[in-house]
């Protein structure tokens, strides 16, 4: 037996400075000298007599998605390993940040708090996610923020990888990983469905908005099936302040069946960070929970709950393709905005699960000055809306298909090319200038998102121009 | 072909004895069906003496550190079982008695692995992606056919094992498998043992 590694040990020529975390399946330390650009902990699993044999698969399966994992902000990069027989540790970075169980006690937060936090997991969930990884033990200890608001998830120990052998795939006596947030598909077995993981940061959100936890803290097996048919009690009749659109995302994320939930992470973040937007339904004005009768038929049904199967792997960034249109602001030309209408139904009939995003950019608001409702700053951004939403309805499209964006910018050309970046755009379609006419529409705008925004480009010139 | 195997057998490498092998040596096998008997009867026809001898001498299984290799299930070598389920994986796992069981027989790449509980399960491998294989677990590779796969794909199947980093890494290569087809429809042989080769059944 080796001796236990403490505060100046060198292993494999690493040398340990301060133990910054003891938990029960793994010790971590900084280290200190200058190993290299990154900062560096070692997490060394509490493997040998008497630990549990699940401390070693964690490990195992920790180094197997870390190793795995396209390098990002959003978890920790894996710099050395060791072996697993001899000197198990692994050398990862260390991500300088808050934990967000460090912010738990100033629940109920501010709503657009939330929304920025909760956008912020829903990236880092979803870069995971178009790699068939599920982290599947998403909880405030697993999640940190960096100084500049990214969130970084940690500990992959119980996490599945849709490309290697799943080792914690077991018929396991007792659910494997956070009780207080696992989806109900998880604590009966089921590793490899994304949603499993939206459904703890609908956990992680509820608790956010009302300080409370959703399904309390169960200590058996029975109190944490409760969840199968009981459901939490509406955010706003614990804090009247919370928007609908909140209490209908959280309660979304909470659904019992993952087909319910959103099918992405991707969409949740669009949600929370476009939440006038977002489609209300009785979920975001929900008042109180089910009421007797609902709630006995819940519970004989969930005595055959049947987890829904899990999405078929690699189909993360398919899952309701985003094909964005740029409507130039004051557009008068209306060939052109047919022309665009017709490029957005060719968009369709070639995936008809995309959803369209009609965009178009203003000046920032502080820039815009005016006198009455329809000239000031509000009344111009509802009347843009307006425009988009008349720009959009011969489409068609049913309401989540369809979603509309006015931005705010001095940069029209940069303001696309972000959104396309952040929202995973697959497609933008933008109106050309008149043939001979110069410059180009939004001021060089089209140049720029055909320079540089990372998806393909339509540039659309109705016939008549030509 | 066999000539080939030969010399790499004489080499080192690790050559076990097939059903088809077997049968092409004059051992009578039932599961073969018509055009597989067909086939046989074609490879017979072809053996010289000295390939008649190298067939003869080839092993049903070859044990090494912890590695076994047989051509079906290691349970009962000789009677070519299919490991097609977790349960003749089980068989199969515990009767070799290694680390790392590699088989063929059925022609689909998977890997079983055992965990806590030592049931075997099943995981569908990802071509091209190292998995590693810590000697924690058991594990049984079915490799796949280089000669006919039958997963709807017309690539040849392989795998690679690194021992050095303990991991196991499965493969698919295309081939020419028109000139393979134009081989065997010269030969006489049936034309469905040609056909299933451009659509991998």
């Known amino acids: 037996m080796t001796k236990l590694p403490e505060t100046g040990s060198v292993i494999d020529g690493f040398r340990l400075g301060e133990m910054i975390h003891a938990g029960s399946m793994a010790t971590i330390f900084r280290l200190t000298g200058d190993e290299g650009p990154l900062p560096l902990v070692m997490k060394i699993p509490r493997l040998g007599p008497g630990e549990r044999a699940v401390n070693v698969i964690g490990f195992e399966v920790c180094r197997t998605v870390l190793g795995a994992v396209a390098q990002s902000r959003h978890h920790p990069t894996l710099v050395a390993y060791g072996d697993v027989e001899t000197t198990p540790y692994l050398v990862m970075e260390h991500i300088d940040g808050v934990r967000l169980d460090d912010w738990l006690g100033r629940a109920p937060m501010p709503p657009e708090e939330i929304a920025r936090l909760g956008t912020a997991m829903a990236l880092a969930l979803s870069d995971l996610h178009r790699q068939d990884v599920v982290h599947l033990d998403l909880k405030p200890t697993n999640v940190l923020f960096r100084s500049n608001g990214e969130a970084v998830l940690i500990d992959f120990g ?27 598909e998880q604590v009966l077995g089921v590793r ?90 009785e979920r ?101 809306l307006i425009e988009l939403r008349g720009w959009a309805k011969p489409l068609e499209l049913p309401e989540e298909r369809v979603t509309y964006h006015v931005l705010e910018s001095d940069k029209p050309g940069a303001a696309l090319v972000d959104y396309v970046r952040m929202n995973d755009v697959a497609h933008i379609v933008i109106g050309a200038p008149a043939a001979g006419t110069l410059p180009w529409r939004f001021g060089g705008a089209g140049a720029q998102v055909v320079g540089s925004a990372p998806c393909t480009v339509t540039v659309v010139r109705p016939r008549s121009e030509g | 072909m066999l000539d080939l195997v030969e010399q790499y057998g004489s080499k ?25 008997l067909a086939a046989v009867d074609w490879t017979r026809a072809q053996l010289g003496p000295r390939q008649r001898e190298f067939l003869a001498s080839l092993p049903l299984t070859v044990a090494e550190d912890d590695f076994l290799f047989v051509h079906a299930s290691a349970a009962a070598p000789g009677q070519w079982i299919y490991v097609s389920g977790p349960r003749e994986a089980a068989e199969s796992i515990d009767a070799g008695g290694a680390v790392y069981v590699f088989s063929g027989h059925v022609h689909e790449q998977k890997l079983y692995y055992t965990g806590t509980s030592g049931r075997p399960m099943l995981f569908r491998p990802v071509p091209g992606t190292p998995i590693p294989t810590s000697k924690h677990h058991r594990w049984l590779a079915i490799v796949g056919s280089a000669g006919q796969p039958r997963d709807g794909n017309n690539a040849a199947c392989y795998a690679l094992f690194d021992t050095e980093r303990e991991r196991v890494t499965f493969f698919r290569v295309p081939y020419d498998f028109g000139a393979a087809m134009r081989k065997i429809r010269a030969a006489g042989l049936p034309d469905r043992l040609a056909r299933r080769l451009e659509r991998g059944l």
């Open chain 1, 192 to 281: 490899c469905d994304p949603r499993s993981d939206i459904f703890a940061l609908g956990g992680i959100l509820y608790e956010l908005a009302t300080g409370r936890l959703p399904f309390g803290h169960p200590a058996t097996v029975a109190e944490l099936k409760r969840r199968f048919y009981r459901d939490p009690v509406p955010p706003r009749t614990l804090v009247p302040s919370t928007p609908p659109w909140l209490q209908e995302i959280v309660l979304r994320c909470l659904e019992v069946d993952a087909r319910d939930r959103y099918a992405s992470a991707r969409e949740i973040a669009l949600a929370l960070s476009t939440p006038a937007e977002i489609p209300l339904t």
């Open chain 1, 158 to 184: 119980l996490a599945h990888h849709g490309h290697f052998p799943d080792l914690l795939a077991e018929e396991l006596r007792i659910p494997l990983g956070n009780w207080v947030y696992m989806a109900p």
């Open chain 2, 12 to 36: 080192g490498a690790v050559v076990v004895l097939g059903n088809h092998d077997a049968a092409a040596m004059g051992r009578s096998d039932d599961a073969l069906n018509r055009n597989a």
């Open chain 1, 284 to 384: 975001g004005s929900r008042e109180r929970r089910a009421g007797l009768p609902t709630l006995a038929r819940r519970r004989i049904r969930a005595a055959r709950f049947a987890p829904a199967p899990c999405p078929p792997p690699s189909t993360e960034p398919q899952v309701m393709r985003v094909v964005a249109v740029a409507i130039s602001p004051q557009e008068v030309n209306e060939a052109l905005r047919v022309a665009l209408r017709d490029a957005a139904r060719s968009a369709i009939a070639a995936d008809p699960g995309c959803r369209i995003a009609c965009i178009t950019v203003v000046p920032p608001a502080a820039t815009l000055s005016g006198v009455g409702e329809e000239n000031s700053a509000t009344g111009r951004h509802i009347n843009r």
